[in-house]
């Protein structure tokens, strides 16, 4: 299941990857991507969320933390959403703030998935 949840999180980078674009630029991002986006990032967090949660050990090693990095990046999500709603271009900061979060947290993952962490 992890490994699923890996997978959804790097397609949802790649639209991650085009809202930063737009919004650094100073657009506002596509409707349509923003929402493949977050749709994506939810199916990862519930599926990495799943995978902790019947993991038979004890030891999960630093998957707790990245999903912890994840839920912070999906909270920073729903701030840009918010400013996307207004139709007001997001914060420089906050794009910068919510990817690296988002990519700290998928290494964890993707880390661990990989024996690496």
């Known amino acids: ?9 790097a397609i949802a980078a790649i639209g991650g990857l085009v809202l930063a674009r737009s919004v650094l630029s100073g657009r506002l991002a596509s409707w ?8 994506l990032g939810a199916t ?18 630093i998957l707790p933390i990245g999903l912890l990095l994840l839920l912070i990046a999906a909270l920073g999500g729903f ?12 914060p ?4 910068l703030v919510h990817a690296g979060a988002a990519v700290l947290g998928f290494l964890m993952l993707a880390g661990s ?3 690496v962490a």
Do not use: C
């Not at 299941?1 to 999180?9: I, K, T």
């Not at 990862?44 to 090693?61: C, P, S």
């Not at 959403?81 to 997001?90: D, G, T, V």
């Open 1 to 9: 299941m992890l490994e699923y949840a890996v997978l959804a999180f």
């Open 92 to 95: 420089k900061a906050l794009v």
């Open 113 to 115: 998935l990989i024996g």
């Open 44 to 61: 990862g967090l519930v599926l990495a969320g799943l995978a902790i949660i019947q993991m038979q050990t004890d030891d999960r090693g």
């Open 32 to 39: 349509a991507v923003s929402l493949l986006h977050a749709a």
């Open 79 to 90: 701030a840009l959403a918010s400013f996307h709603i207004r139709k007001i271009i997001a």
